[in-house]
């Protein structure tokens, strides 16, 4: 296996917060990029300030959302109201390759760090801009968060049950799609620079990062004019397609789906009932469908006297997709995730290791890796001044004493 990563030599200047930015800066670091955050003692990213924390002792550098997304970067602190501070950034983006900000439309021009002002700096620099509704656009000084992209998606809209309103997902799916994304267009930036030698700035929205996700309602609307309701775990064609409670306390379930007639009659044979292929209420999909909620009261009789696990293992061996709905325990423990790689534990100065999330892809040749820990706030200032800059000890100090690095 060669020893080189894939982003080995690129330079990453990372003005991101929250989840979208430091998510598309976290894969860039798993390819081998060097990410440099720049933060703030003033203004501290909200992931360093909001729980769970490590051993339940608040701190700015316990947080576990920011543990998570930003392992194997390098931190240094600034005070970016000092103009030394402004001449820093700068001077580190002339030295980047690229540079990922997700502030508000607009925020990052008046911070002095805008695209047209960088690139005069590195003609080729290649910048990606991440924001709720886009860089242009009628709506793109709206507030936003990325919880709100889902109901801008449609996706709640589908989530829950006829007789309620729209439901919450539980997840922003908006951020890690456009940190995803937006690692992605980096990846196609750095292809189109190594064939033109010119830089790109990536303009990037929440809002339509999430809405890739659903192309069924907007073509199922261009063409038919309709919305589709909400219907719970069901899916409008396949039965059974849902979660089903299984012995044990008030949380252990099971989810079960049928995409075909023969892994219907698989399941029929596997819970000892075969005698249900051949019932007419349930000889097809669409008799399936029909009959949905009695199907159903079958498979929870089934479950109910059974362990997930032991639901899961009867079904697969059938070829029946099923598994359990993993909590976070279930998770951070799990010997399939463990045996792949996926679980990684290092070394923390403020606190013993704990699993992390890792990489979800594996390469056969150049390596993808977790290389640290999530940095210490301001951590590598000195390092990043006196290699990267050329600055002295005394000078970094005589900007310390002036409080630009706080």
């Not at 982003?7 to 979208?20: C, K, N, Q, S």
């Not at 968060?145 to 997840?171: H, M, N």
């Amino acid at each position: 296996m060669s020893s080189s990563r894939p982003l080995d030599g690129i330079r990453v200047l990372d003005f991101t917060w929250a989840w979208a930015g430091p998510y598309c800066t976290l894969q860039m670091a798993h390819m081998g990029a060097q990410v440099i955050r720049i933060e703030s003692e003033k203004r501290p990213c909200v992931t360093r300030l909001i729980p769970p924390f490590a051993d339940d002792q608040p701190g700015p550098n316990r947080a576990g959302y920011f543990n998570q997304y930003s392992q194997g970067k390098k931190s240094i602190q600034l005070d970016l109201g000092r103009p030394e501070a402004v001449e820093i950034v700068k001077k580190l983006a002339a030295q980047s390759d690229i540079v990922v900000q997700n502030f508000s439309a607009g925020a990052i021009e008046r911070m002095g760090f805008g695209y047209d002002t960088l690139s005069q700096l590195k003609p080729d620099l290649i910048m990606i801009s991440i924001c709720g509704y886009g860089q242009t656009g009628p709506e793109r000084k709206y507030m936003g968060y990325g919880p709100a992209s889902v109901p801008l998606a449609g996706i709640s809209s589908l989530s829950g049950y006829r007789d309620k309103g729209p439901a919450e997902v539980g997840i922003s799916y908006g951020d890690p799609n456009a940190g995803i994304f937006g690692a992605f267009a980096a990846l196609a930036a750095l292809a189109y620079r190594q064939r033109t030698g010119r830089g790109v700035h990536v303009d990037l929205a929440l809002w339509e990062a999430l809405l890739v996700l659903m192309p069924e309602g907007l073509m199922d609307y261009a063409m038919n004019k309709t919305q589709a309701e909400r219907d719970g775990n069901h899916d409008p064609w396949m039965a059974p397609h849902g979660c089903f409670k299984c012995r044990g306390d008030a949380d252990k379930w099971v989810t079960i789906v049928c995409g075909s007639d023969a892994e219907w009659q698989a399941l029929c044979r596997a819970i000892g009932q075969p005698e249900l292929a051949s019932d007419k209420r349930f000889a097809n999909a669409t008799a399936r469908k029909a009959n949905e909620d009695a199907l159903e009261d079958i498979l929870s009789a089934w479950t109910a006297q059974r362990d997930r696990w032991e639901v899961t293992e009867v079904l697969q061996q059938a070829g029946v997709a099923a598994f359990p709905s993993m909590s976070n325990k279930d998770m951070a423990t799990d010997p399939h995730l463990e045996a792949r790689g996926y679980l990684v534990r290092k070394d923390h100065p403020e606190f013993s290791p704990r699993v992390h999330a890792g990489i979800p892809w594996q390469m056969s040749d150049t390596p993808c890796e977790v290389r640290a820990a999530a940095p210490l706030r301001g951590q590598h200032t000195d390092e990043v001044l006196g290699e990267l800059l050329g600055m002295s000890e005394a000078e970094i100090q005589q900007l310390r004493d002036g409080q630009v690095l706080t």
